[in-house]
Structure formats: C-alpha cells, structure tokens
C-alpha cells in the first residue's frame, strides 16, 4: 500500500473558487514537503512543513500539518487558471534530516475560466 | 543564479542498451538526489550522493548505478535497460541537512526503452 496517500486523486474547479488537496502518511512524518508539477517537467517546491501545527502561506496556497493526524492540506483561495497543474506531497519518513522523501501518487488540478 | 539542469531531455534506447543521464546542481548544493517517474505516478527515490559517495539507495536493482564528480555533479547510469524503464528521471539538488534545504528538481530526462 502507498506511505503517502493523496486526496482527490483529480479535480475540476472552475476559476475563482477554493480548493483543498490533503495528505495523509501511514508512517511518522519528519517533515512535509508540497510541490507542483507541470506536465513532464521538473518539480517546482512550494512549501515546507516540519512542526506540527505548523502552517505556512505563499500567495494564495496555504499548508498546514497536522503531526497527530499524521496528515497535510494545502489550500487554494480564489483559484486561478496557473495554479493548474500537479501537486505532489512529499515525506522524509526516516528522520535525520535524510532529504530521502516518498511521495504521493498527486493531485491533477484543472481550473476552468 | 542557474538552477537545477539535466541533459539530455529526451533520448530513446533499445532494450538491452546502456544510458547515462547527466545533471548539474543548483549552485551553492552539495547533495544530489535521483528520482525516476513513471507515467502517473509520484517520483520514486533511487539513491543519492553526497562527497563523491552514495549516501542512501532506494530499492532499485544493481543496474541503475551512479557518480558525483569534485564538482557536485552527477551522472545516472542504467544498464541492460528494459521496457520498465520507461520514465521521467529527475535530478534532484540540496545542501547537506535537509530540513532548511528542500530538494530542487530539474526539468528531467525523459527516457523511452523501446
């Protein structure tokens, strides 16, 4: 089974509205990591979680950890067409400060004008 | 400030046939990290370098080997390539640490064994 599972796996938003993308891990998170993708490119990061309660905004993304729950959210505020794109979730889940991180499967988010 | 470059950024090989993939670090990165990609999925960890040496390996076959030069850089090698091999692989940089210094991704090398 996967370490890291994302939710939704997919999702069509239409332009203006908020959207949230949640990952949960089934082992104890050294820290949290969400990037976005582009269709075949490279991974582009967005955010960094290390504590828990831990919440963090750039722009309009906000994330947040929740240690107990072993889980993550990012949360999309007036959604726009470049925010289009894949989120991935990734986990240091061997302590150490490794940089050696899982990911999850992703979300693919669409925004419609 | 030049990021994270990978070459080539598309090659196709033949089953059996050898590839080496190449990547420069973000500058100021001493750590390197390889992930390989398959369609749909979320990158998976093959191993990493760090002063010279592999540090960490995922659970990936002896085939897919590697090497950081002096200068931080770093080759990824796959021998007798098979169908499965198929995949984005992506360079990843950071300094030594982790926490305070997230991985940087490259654009990836898009390989197709054939």
């Known amino acids: 089974s996967q370490e890291l599972e994302q939710s939704p796996q997919s999702l069509i938003v239409q332009e203006g509205k908020n959207l949230t993308i949640n990952c949960t891990s089934s082992k104890t998170l050294y820290g949290l990591y969400w990037y976005k993708q582009k269709y075949g490119e490279g991974l582009i990061f967005l955010m960094m979680?290390?504590?828990?309660?831990e919440e963090k905004s750039h722009e309009k993304i906000t994330a947040k950890l929740d240690e107990k729950k072993q889980q993550s959210s990012l949360h999309i505020t007036a959604s726009q067409p470049s925010h289009a794109g894949i989120y991935l979730c990734?986990?240091?889940?061997?302590?150490?400060?490794?940089?050696?991180?899982?990911f999850g499967t992703g979300t693919l988010l669409a925004v419609q004008p | 400030d030049a990021g994270v470059t990978q070459s080539p950024t598309h090659l196709i090989k033949t089953r059996g046939q050898q590839v080496t993939l190449r990547c420069s670090p973000k500058?100021?990165?001493?750590?390197v990290s390889w992930y390989q990609q398959a369609l749909g999925q979320g990158p998976q960890f093959i191993f990493q370098y760090y002063e010279e040496e592999e540090r960490q390996r995922g659970n990936f076959p002896d085939r897919f080997s590697g090497h950081q030069f002096p200068n931080y850089s770093s080759e990824l090698n796959v021998n007798a390539l098979l169908l499965g091999d198929s995949a984005l692989y992506l360079c990843?940089?950071?300094?030594?640490?982790?926490?305070?210094?997230?991985?940087?991704f490259g654009n990836g090398t898009r390989l197709t064994v054939t």
């Open positions: 500058s100021g990165h001493d750590t």
């Open positions: 979680l290390q504590k828990g309660g």
């Open positions: 990734g986990a240091d889940i061997n302590g150490g400060a490794t940089n050696k991180l899982i």
């Open positions: 990843a940089s950071s300094r030594l640490g982790g926490y305070n210094s997230p991985l940087h």
